[in-house]
């Protein structure tokens, strides 16, 4: 696949851009976003870029420039000249979709390996750690910045796992090394975003983790939350992150399953395996999408019974191994 260079898309004509990913953003897609946005800032000052995302995760409002993304997907550019959705399909945007199809380029920049691609320029790189990695293909590395590359290293850690990840190559950690040589604070980083909890986190995590239960002779863990404890407990989404990580750490499983209703008949499914299942498929089949170790997905129903009918697909696969 020929490397995209973003520098050649801003052209002199170029006066607006958006960027955009997907819902419920974490690390790669807000520090992606955020790369971008720097970039273009420093380098192309010409240029009115708009950033617009469901929310920004709390852990994430220490990266410079986080105060610009937009939760509102609304804005007085009609159409953008240039419009890039990054780490996810158009249709997971959350509300961009509809600025995105009006633009008169539109880009798509992912890894997802459930994705086909919505713009007129695609990359789609599968076997990619991250976005951000992908970042440092399509930008230029002699023209970043240090906010800028506080972003994406961001992202490379979060969508690692802190390297440990099998999609982590010898590339992730050359790119991640030219980072570092931008001068942040890259230990207080990673022990902010990536292993810190709150304190409704940890209190979270205890209940779901003392509310689980395996399934599948023990090779899978799971754990439903309904929409009336969230309310009783005053759980909030940001306060489930941390669940399905850690289920996904227990000995001897090879698959977990996290199940939540954020609203009544709402329910939001994250899924992790280790070696054999790929969730990847499983989310497909319920409208989401992800990695084949990472996934998750958003359907109607109950969180029970959503993982009920999940579990059939987890055993189809332990038995082709």
Not at 77 to 96: N, P
Not at 142 to 150: G, I, L, Q
């Amino acid at each position: 696949m020929e490397t995209l260079r973003v520098d050649d898309l801003i052209t002199d004509e170029v006066r607006t851009v958006g960027i955009s990913g997907h819902i419920s953003p974490d690390g790669d897609c807000v520090g992606s976003c955020l790369g971008l946005y720097h970039y273009l800032k420093k380098n192309h000052p010409q240029v009115r870029a708009d950033i617009f995302l469901e929310f920004v995760p709390e852990e994430l409002k220490i990266l410079p420039g986080a105060e610009a993304i937009r939760t509102a997907f609304t804005s007085d550019v009609e159409t953008y000249d240039v419009f890039f959705i990054l780490d996810s399909e158009k249709a997971r945007t959350a509300g961009a979709e509809a600025m995105f199809d009006r633009a008169r380029l539109r880009v798509n920049i992912d890894h997802h390996v459930s994705n086909p691609g919505s713009g007129e320029i695609n990359y789609i790189v599968p076997d990619a750690s991250s976005v951000c990695e992908l970042m440092t293909d399509v930008l230029d590395f002699d023209r970043m910045d240090v906010s800028c590359a506080m972003a994406l290293y961001t992202g490379i850690v979060t969508d690692t796992g802190l390297f440990r990840y099998s999609a982590t190559s010898p590339k992730t950690m050359r790119v991640a090394a030219r980072l570092l040589e931008f001068p942040f604070d890259f230990s207080a980083l990673i022990e902010h975003v990536e292993l810190e909890r709150t304190f409704s986190q940890n209190r979270t995590l205890g209940m779901m983790l003392a509310d689980s239960r395996l399934e599948l002779d023990g090779r899978c863990i799971v754990c439903t939350l309904d929409h009336a404890r969230m309310q009783k407990e005053k759980i909030s989404h940001a306060d489930t992150d941390p669940v399905v990580s850690q289920m996904n750490l227990t000995t001897g499983i090879e698959c977990a399953l996290f199940a939540y209703e954020p609203e009544e008949g709402t329910v939001k499914v994250s899924l992790r395996s280790k070696k054999t299942v790929d969730v990847s498929e499983i989310a497909k089949a319920f409208g989401g999408g992800g990695h084949i170790r990472a996934a998750g997905c958003t359907t109607k129903g109950r969180a029970t019974e959503i993982i009920a009918q999940m579990l059939p697909y987890v055993e189809a696969q332990l038995k082709n191994g």
